[in-house]
């Protein structure tokens, strides 16, 4: 029998292969079938390696609250939509402005849902 540490090393190793979490269940593509079940036992597990830990160190673009900025929205500085000021919600640690890439500890990130 696969041990659910096997099963994500076989995975991790398939380039075609995606896990991921969306409103608490997991969302698979390209898993081989005899590895579903191992995932299934193991939900709670895999669904805990794959949320952000609240306040890791995350990026503002990658944050449902971040709003883009102009003119170049991957680049340039943007607002965060939980503060009246659009600075990140205090204690920041980290960058003090919400740049896209800037890296940052925040416990109000909310990750945005992935698209695979």
């Given at each position: 029998?696969?041990?659910?540490l096997e099963a994500l090393r076989e995975i991790a190793?398939?380039?075609?292969a995606a896990i991921w979490a969306e409103g608490g269940k997991l969302q698979l593509r390209g898993i081989p079938r005899r590895l579903v079940p191992v995932l299934a036992k193991h939900k709670a597990e895999v669904l805990a390696l794959l949320e952000e830990p609240k306040g890791a160190w995350v990026r503002c673009g990658d944050c449902v609250h971040f709003q883009p900025g102009e003119p170049l929205p991957a680049q340039s500085l943007g607002r965060c939509k939980l503060t009246s000021t659009g600075l990140p919600p205090a204690p920041v640690k980290g960058y003090?402005?919400?740049?896209?890439?800037?890296?940052?500890?925040?416990n109000d990130y909310e990750i945005k849902e992935r698209t695979p």
């Open positions: 029998m696969t041990t659910i190793a398939m380039p075609e003090r402005a919400c740049f896209p890439m800037a890296p940052r500890q925040c």
